[in-house]
């Protein structure tokens, strides 16, 4: 159960959130077929499994490469904030105003070397 749990959400986070109702069947695949295929390889490394055993192992490792690629296999990046909600959270909030020399620093102007042959 604290397995389901963890790795649904950590798919959810993979996918930026919200899933529709195709990502979640898939989500929700992914994880059975995850939590068998750790089960099976249990299994085997007790050298507990059948031939037959091991041939729904080599294909439910393939569907589980096949739903992660359908899922998609590169994360959704973070959303990134909008001009709004930068500009609100790097605003100082009331009596936050820094002091004088918290300022920020004067634009001074640099001046152009001058151009070969112009005096």
Do not use: C
């Amino acid at each position: 159960m604290r397995f389901r749990r963890r790795r649904t959400a950590e798919l959810v986070r993979h996918i930026g959130g919200q899933p529709s109702a195709a990502q979640s069947i898939l989500m929700s695949r992914i994880v059975r077929n995850e939590w068998d295929l750790r089960r099976l390889d249990a299994a085997l490394n007790a050298g507990e499994i059948s031939a037959h055993a091991m041939r729904t192992r080599l294909a439910m490792e393939n569907r589980l490469r096949l739903d992660l690629r359908e899922l998609g296999m590169k994360s959704v990046a973070e959303r990134a904030p909008s001009l709004r909600e930068y500009l609100a959270e790097s605003e100082p909030a009331a009596g936050e105003q820094g002091d004088a020399d918290s300022a920020a620093p004067e634009i001074v102007p640099r001046s152009e070397p001058a151009a070969p042959g112009v005096a």
